[in-house]
């Protein structure tokens, strides 16, 4: 949402992030997956069979053609912990693969204002917790080159390679 609604009508934004946060938890609780995968099965939104859904919503997970599957019960975190909190270096990480994509040029005033779209004060504000600044990589890739918020012209080379 624009930063002027959002200064508007704070009391809004704080009951929005609430809301958004209570449905992630209500989704992750696996006594809600039957019915959130019949609700997610529907034409009108994703359209695969409720069973797909579930079980991608229970971490099971077909993997192959023939049929090989894979648990995982973390593949989909929905509400756990800080998993909706906001971190500017997720929006930072987010323009420099823009930039790699060649979607748009590296420009120090861009890359503050995306870090800056992303409000985690108002998470802290509407859910009354307070959190300290997480330290580390703050996407943890899996694969592929480490992200560091303060030197994204390394994390561009290094994606070249």
Known sequence: MQ???AERDPDI???LIRSLRAAARWCED???HGELACLLADPRRLGLTDHVIRGTLDGDLRVAPNGL????????????????RPDPRHAQWLYA????????RLVDE??????SVYRPDLY?????EAHIQAMGDPVALTMGPR???TDPEAYLRALQR
């Open 124 to 128: 802290d504000a509407a859910t009354g």
């Open 147 to 149: 992200f560091s918020e």
């Open 97 to 104: 693969e823009m930039v790699a994509s060649k979607q748009t």
């Open 3 to 5: 930063e002027a609604y």
């Open 30 to 32: 696996p006594a809600h």
């Open 13 to 15: 934004v704080l009951r």
């Open 69 to 84: 599957k894979r648990a995982d019960q973390d593949f989909l975190i929905l509400g756990r912990e800080t998993t909706n």
């Open 110 to 115: 861009a890359y503050r204002a995306a870090a």
